[in-house]
């Protein structure tokens, strides 16, 4: 059984900083292709962070340069790293490998 925790949102000022984490369990930790996601009210969907098996990683134009990802296989959890946060940053995030997604954290960036 593979499940995804996702914690660390909260509520930030407008340039502040968080880091999400992603607890993954199971055996598809190292191997696969792990996504941070978000999604705000009334919007779609929309993808953020990648880390690749390999740990490769690419970003969203819209958080390119202020978020990183990373990995840490001995703790088979995944992190997003994000700053200078803005206003439209807030949304939940999720993250999610193959078929799996987690619950989500919120994140709320607001003065």
């Known amino acids: 059984q593979v499940q995804l925790v996702e914690s660390g949102g909260g509520l930030v000022q407008p340039g502040g900083s968080l880091r999400l984490s992603c607890a993954v369990s199971?055996?598809?930790?190292?191997?696969?292709?792990i996504y941070w996601y978000r999604q705000a009210p009334g919007k779609q969907r929309e993808l953020v962070a990648t880390?690749?098996?390999?740990?490769?990683?690419y970003y969203g134009d819209s958080v390119r340069g202020r978020f990183t990802i990373s990995r840490d296989s001995a703790k088979n959890t995944v992190y997003l790293q994000m700053n200078s946060l803005k206003p439209e940053d807030t949304a939940m995030y999720y993250c999610?490998?193959?078929?799996?997604w987690g619950k989500g954290t919120l994140v709320t960036v607001s003065s």
């Open positions: 880390i690749t098996g390999a740990g490769s990683t």
């Open positions: 999610n490998i193959n078929a799996y």
């Open positions: 199971g055996r598809i930790f190292s191997i696969n292709n």
